[in-house]
């Protein structure tokens, strides 16, 4: 798995709603679900193909959403669970992908129980 390069780590900021953004330079990720230490978080100004970003502790990756495809490292354990997440909110990650395309508000996504 290769790194992402230019990656900086998030500050995140409490949001008046109760959500979440991580802060990169520049750039706003809305979270999209949390579970078991693993945060997701879309891009709106992102690049295809369609994807999403997690992180857990100090361990980032990037998953494309049709195929599964990672960029960067996670520990085996938590990438297991957010491939096996991925698969079972696809249609919901898609429709999230197509709002942040419309640079509209990101709907929060179940997490993996």
């Known amino acids: 798995m290769g790194q992402l390069k230019g990656w900086r780590r998030c500050r995140f900021l409490e949001i008046l709603d ?11 990720m809305p979270t999209v679900s949390r ?29 494309d959403i049709h195929t599964g495809a990672v960029t960067g490292e996670m520990s085996r354990t938590a990438l297991h669970m957010l491939l096996v997440w991925g698969v ?5 990650l898609l429709a999230n992908w197509s709002r942040a395309r419309q640079h509209l508000p990101l709907v929060p996504i179940p997490p993996l129980t």
């Open 88 to 92: 079972q909110y696809r249609e919901e």
């Open 35 to 63: 579970f078991f230490g693993i945060v997701v978080y879309m891009n709106y100004k992102d690049h295809s193909p369609p994807h999403f970003h997690a992180r857990c502790q100090r361990e980032e990756v990037l998953i």
């Open 18 to 28: 109760e959500s979440r953004i991580c802060v990169l330079p520049g750039l706003a």
